[in-house]
Every structure is written in structure tokens, then in C-alpha cells.
């Protein structure tokens, strides 16, 4: 599975952005979870948002009611729109994939708040 997020950029405090990510090679049917992971400088890669095949979804308490991610199955997609960013939201966002073929990292995207 090969993972190609977009969306990253600068933005002010309070706005909002949205990352995708797209998913392709023969192995998109064996996905079971998708997610969005970020890591700040000097700090360790966390989990932002995952969602399940099942649509079931997870955020992270610092995200909770500003964030939002779905999934796309058709395009074999996920989104995350992010409202009310702030500076603790800078970092580089990370797409995941977990599935029976095991764990797929995407490249970054930065995503920088400016205050």
C-alpha cells in the first residue's frame, strides 16, 4: 500500500485546514484502519484521528470538536478537516494505513499555525 498525503501549509491561528490522503496499490482492499499521526519538533509522533473500515472513529482529546476525519472508500481516501488551529497544532502530519499486509506510512505534510 503506498499512502500520498496533501494538504499541509501555513495558516493563522484560528483557521482551518483540511489534509487528504490517498491510498492506492493492490492492497487497498486488505486496509482496515486509517489514520492521521502528527509529530511537533522535539516531540514524539502521536495519534491525531483513525478511522475504521466501519467508519468508527477516534481523536485524540487535544483535537476533539476541532477536528474531523472520513473516509472515502470509493477513492480509498481519508480527510481531516482541522478548525480553530492553533500553534500546538504544528507539526508534520503523518497518514497510516494498518491492515492483514501491516502498517503503510505516507510522507509528511507540514502544517504550520502561525499565532
Known amino acids: 500500500v503506498q499512502l500520498q498525503a496533501s494538504g499541509g501549509g501555513l495558516v493563522q491561528a484560528g483557521g482551518s485546514l483540511r489534509l487528504s490522503c490517498a491510498a492506492s496499490?493492490?492492497?487497498?482492499?486488505?486496509?482496515?484502519?486509517m489514520a492521521w499521526y502528527r509529530q511537533a519538533p522535539g516531540k514524539r509522533r502521536e495519534l491525531v484521528a483513525d478511522?475504521?473500515?466501519?467508519?468508527?472513529?477516534n481523536y485524540a482529546d487535544s483535537v476533539k470538536g476541532r477536528f474531523t476525519i472520513w473516509r472515502d472508500s470509493a477513492k480509498n481516501t481519508i480527510n481531516l478537516e482541522m478548525n480553530s488551529l492553533n500553534s500546538e497544532d504544528t507539526a508534520v502530519y503523518y497518514c497510516?494505513?494498518?491492515?492483514?499486509?501491516?502498517?503503510?506510512w505516507g510522507q509528511g505534510t507540514q502544517v504550520t499555525v502561525s499565532s
Open positions: 497510516r494505513s494498518t491492515g492483514i499486509r501491516g502498517v503503510s
Open positions: 496499490g493492490r492492497d487497498t482492499f486488505t486496509i482496515n484502519v
Open positions: 478511522i475504521t473500515n466501519g467508519g468508527n472513529t
